[in-house]
């Protein structure tokens, strides 16, 4: 059996991601517009769209503090459980996909959605503008 990603209409199956440890994020560059990055933070997967909404930065390339993935170009940071932006240059959120764990392997939902972290309302993709 093939270890490349399985995918459905809205949801790929990326594999057993049960060797990623809790502080430790991978990319997956093939998925998404700009690709996906998986995060795991205190044992649950997050996964977000890999591209800093500032400049165009692959946030796969930086560091994760706690809950926040630090983009390596300028320093924003972004809470990777909702894609929450945490600081300038940034100023926008990134979008994330949600993500499930299963005996199987790990799926994750190819739409990206945008969560309002104020009253955790998700507003959709199509709703963000730049
Ligand atoms: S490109 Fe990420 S903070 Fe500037």
């Given at each position: 059996?093939s270890?490349a990603?399985?995918?459905?209409?809205?949801?790929?199956?990326?594999?057993?991601?049960?060797?990623?440890?809790?502080?430790q994020l991978?990319s997956?560059?093939?998925?998404?517009a700009h690709g996906?990055?998986v995060?795991?933070?205190?044992?649950?997967?997050?996964?977000?769209?890999?591209?800093c909404?500032?400049?165009?930065?692959?946030?796969?390339s930086g560091r994760?503090?706690?809950?926040v993935?630090?983009?390596?170009?300028h320093?924003?940071g972004?809470?990777?459980?909702?894609g929450?932006?945490?600081?300038?240059?940034?100023?926008?959120?990134?979008?994330?996909?949600a993500?499930t764990?299963?005996?199987?392997?790990a799926?994750?939902?190819?739409?990206?959605?945008?969560?309002?972290a104020?009253?955790g309302?998700?507003i959709g993709?199509?709703?963000?503008?730049?």
């Amino acid at each position: 059996m093939s270890n490349a990603p399985q995918a459905d209409s809205d949801s790929v199956n990326i594999g057993d991601l049960s060797d990623l440890r809790d502080g430790q994020l991978r990319s997956f560059a093939e998925l998404g517009a700009h690709g996906i990055v998986v995060c795991r933070v205190d044992g649950q997967l997050h996964a977000l769209v890999d591209n800093c909404s500032h400049a165009d930065t692959p946030l796969s390339s930086g560091r994760l503090r706690g809950p926040v993935l630090v983009c390596p170009l300028h320093g924003s940071g972004f809470d990777v459980r909702d894609g929450s932006v945490q600081g300038p240059p940034a100023f926008e959120d990134v979008a994330i996909h949600a993500i499930t764990e299963t005996v199987d392997g790990a799926v994750v939902d190819l739409t990206p959605r945008m969560v309002d972290a104020d009253d955790g309302v998700d507003i959709g993709a199509r709703l963000r503008t730049r």
